[in-house]
């Protein structure tokens, strides 16, 4: 055995060693709530203008080529289209936007409380909290929609006066549950990542822990919560569609609407759903390049 592998196996030495050995690098286990985890806006992001050409150029031969032998042709289909997009949009998607935009002011508001309460040292606080967080962000959000849509009235009566509840605000309510527990593992995890030497430099100075977090440690945790928030509103706004099976009326209900209002030909089907595609990636894909942006500026140099 040489000298150079006695360093590799042996005590180290001052100073960096080297080995020709095999090493076994360390697992990175990444748990839930970090406010680094990224995979959506990561995913989105990582298509470039050439492979988005190539995927427009699919799109547009491959129904083309498919529907050449139908009496209804894909031309007539995209006229269809031209005249239902004020409708789908206008209406539509900007419900859609909407319902989003909602949604993830309910949840950041509900999710950063829970989030302060997962970190609480009274036990009858965190515990709940925790309690809550895991229960929201492992159920599925279509059963969770079920549920608020059918639990919650659809009308409140309120001495003489009646006041309807829509259901798109009943699914509003319903996604922001899903949204509140993710929003709260985000506020945790971007607190316990603050070195612990804050918090010991703070009580030198004698703060309270409520001046310690709210002087010290959460605006440190502020710009380490941007990208992953906009990570979340980008998948919210991405599982908005879920609505239509309830009955709301956004882009994919308006647009099954539009078709059968055009005698539901075939054919009407890759242009309405490709549209809605397509709207979608154009709001979504520029949120994820600016959310990756922004995690590289803001991100934590030790």
């Known amino acids: 055995m040489t000298s150079k592998t006695h360093l590799a196996v ?61 009496n209804y042709s894909f031309t007539q289909a995209l006229e269809a289209l031209w005249r239902w997009l004020p409708f789908i949009v206008g209406q539509g998607f900007v419900l859609n936007l909407v319902v989003s935009f909602l949604t993830m002011l309910v949840g950041t508001i509900a999710g950063v409380l829970l989030g302060l309460g997962q970190i609480s040292p009274v036990r009858l606080i965190s515990g709940p909290s925790w309690f809550v967080t895991q229960l929201f962000r492992n159920s599925p959000w279509l059963v969770l929609l079920f549920i608020v849509m059918l639990a919650l009235p659809f009308e409140i009566q309120i001495g003489d006066h009646v006041y309807p509840i829509p259901d798109w605000l009943k699914a509003v309510f319903g996604l922001a549950l899903p949204i509140m527990a ?12 603050v070195p612990t030497g804050q918090w010991e430099a703070a009580d030198s100075l004698a703060y309270s822990r409520h001046q310690t977090l709210w002087l010290v440690i959460l605006p440190q945790c502020f710009k380490r919560m941007i990208p992953p928030w906009m990570n979340w509103y980008a998948i919210l706004t991405m599982a908005t569609p879920l609505i239509s099976l309830l009955g709301v009326e956004e882009i994919v209900t308006l647009s099954r609407q539009a078709m059968e209002a055009e005698d539901n030909h075939p054919e009407l089907l890759v242009p309405f759903f490709g549209f809605a595609l397509i709207i979608f990636f154009a709001y979504c894909y520029p949120i994820a390049r600016y959310t990756i942006s922004l995690e590289k500026r803001f991100v934590v140099r030790q």
Do not use: C, H, M
Request: glycine residues 8%; positive net charge; charged residues 15%.
């Open 182 to 193: 993710n929003i709260s593992e985000i506020v945790r995890g971007a607190i316990i990542s």
């Open 10 to 70: 042996g005590k180290p030495l001052l100073g960096r060693t080297e080995s020709d050995l095999p090493v076994l690098k360390p697992f990175n286990y990444s748990p839930a709530g970090q406010v680094n985890d990224l995979l959506f806006s990561r995913w989105l992001a990582e298509f470039s203008p050439r492979s988005l050409l190539v995927i427009a150029l699919l799109f547009l031969l491959w129904p083309g080529l498919a529907l050449a032998q139908g």
